[in-house]
């Protein structure tokens, strides 16, 4: 009886374990979805915004004509955001 469980019950705990993993894995699109925040300058205030942007040199990240900036100092935006590979 022992011999049975363990020829047919293993490889089947194997085969639903997979599964289950596969179903828990985050997808590519998941992953790089995370938004963060960061900040747009206004004409007198920076405004925090939730972004896709990574500090990465590449394009400069921009929301609506604005870039995106990664903190704020009083009412100056600093360190400009790049989008994401």
């Known amino acids: 009886m022992r011999t049975k ?3 047919i019950g293993m490889p089947l705990m194997v085969f639903m ?3 289950v993993f596969a179903f828990a894995t ?3 699109e998941e992953k790089n979805s995370v938004q963060i925040a ?3 300058q206004q004409p007198n205030d920076c405004v925090q915004v939730l972004h896709n942007c ?3 040199p590449g394009p400069v ?3 609506a004509g604005n870039t995106v900036f990664r903190t704020k100092a009083g009412t100056l935006c600093l360190n ?3 989008w994401q590979p």
């Open 5 to 7: 469980i363990l020829k």
């Open 61 to 63: 990240c921009q929301i």
């Open 17 to 19: 374990l997979a599964i």
């Open 54 to 56: 990574s500090i990465s």
């Open 38 to 40: 960061g900040y747009i």
């Open 80 to 82: 400009q955001m790049f």
């Open 26 to 28: 985050p997808t590519k």
